[in-house]
């Protein structure tokens, strides 16, 4: 049990959260150069899965040669570093898919609504990304290649699409539990605030002030959480061991 | 002269407008398998420059093999149809500057400050893409292909930078005005409202509502603008124009 997300997981949160994306392809002319082009995805499980017109420069490049990679970025955030932003880019060859149109149709639009325009044109097709290996970046420094195995076996996480929601609420409304968390569970006795940065299924992330300046501390939960509200039950526990070790 | 931007001025302002994109270059492993990552850049005219690390994956695939494009999208927009943004992808060979380095230096952390941290650490150098032909794409059905030359001599719109004030303050402040140029100068007689949607050195486009629905005009400038002061001295000549078609 990994206190931290593993970065298969990370990159599996980061697809889940986007979608959009930039596609290396080979270019027909000049033959072989490596085209980027911008477009829209929805998931197929592990899999990236395009609706794409026959017509456009990066189908003609997959027609000719399959191999290509999808570059995915976390969404820009006001005023942040755009090199602190994580990023996965998926290795692997996109092929156009035979079966199963109607399902693939109300997945995507599903994810795309404005794609139900165009989604029965005749230039029209549904093609997969076949992920071979995937390279992560989650900011300066935190990097590395995954398999496709790890890749397609990790599970996104769940608290994802609420965490900002959960930040906001301990932040505005019990910075006094966040204190307490980090005085009492990581020890920094001389914290005199502490705003919750991050969290996911497996823990939180806070920074704390100190008088020797801020300091980062990462706190795991007993056991991983799935839902908002074993968050709010975890983390009521947690403020309360916290202050029973602080009375 | 044109009524409109071209695509190679279109595709320079929005090169003008970003600092970030992705680059497609050839991998090392799997050998020539397209391979697309996120960067920065400044631009040092039309050419893209790069401050990157020799440890970067990018960084040593152009080590092994020059080719590489590079692909700006238009910020992101909220509620708006990811494939209805502009992009361009500047295809060309990417290679290390040896010349100018304090120059270079000085033009990229004026764009991105943040460099100036890691812009002398010995494994990071400035790096240019040469570009032989852009690929536009203005939204659905607006695309084609730029030649480097046209690319090159064409010019970033002086007044990307000051549009979306210019559309709020005649929208909020003089919906009079754009009604006025919609029924005069677009000839539209049975407009009920105009709301102005974009503004460029050229001209100007109204969204015009009518009993039969929605149309779009666009009404050249009498002669082409290039700063705030001249678009508004030219749209209240043009305003007293109308009124006097009008009266």
Known sequence: MSATPSHAERARTLLASRNEG???????????????????????????????????????NLLRDPRASLLVVEAEREGEDSLARGRATLIGTCNPIDEDRDRLEALFC???????????????????????????VG??????????????????????????????????DHADACLAYARALAAIDGASEAVMIGVDRYGFDLRVTTSEGPRDARLAFPTPVSTPNDVRKTLVEMVRAARAKLA
């Open 139 to 172: 900011g300066f420094g935190r990097m590395s290649f995954i398999d496709a195995e790890a890749f397609a076996r990790a599970e996104p996480d769940p608290l994802a699409p609420a965490a900002h929601g959960i930040l906001v609420h301990m932040n505005d």
């Open 110 to 136: 599903d994810r795309h609504p404005g794609a139900r325009t165009y989604a029965r044109f005749a230039d029209f097709g549904f093609w997969r990304l076949s992920v071979s290996m995937v390279r992560y």
């Open 22 to 60: 930039a596609l290396a392809t080979l270019a027909r002319d000049p033959a072989g150069h490596p085209y980027a082009s911008h477009l829209i995805y929805a998931l197929d499980g592990a899999a990236p899965i395009f609706l794409i017109s026959r017509l456009a420069e990066h189908t003609q």
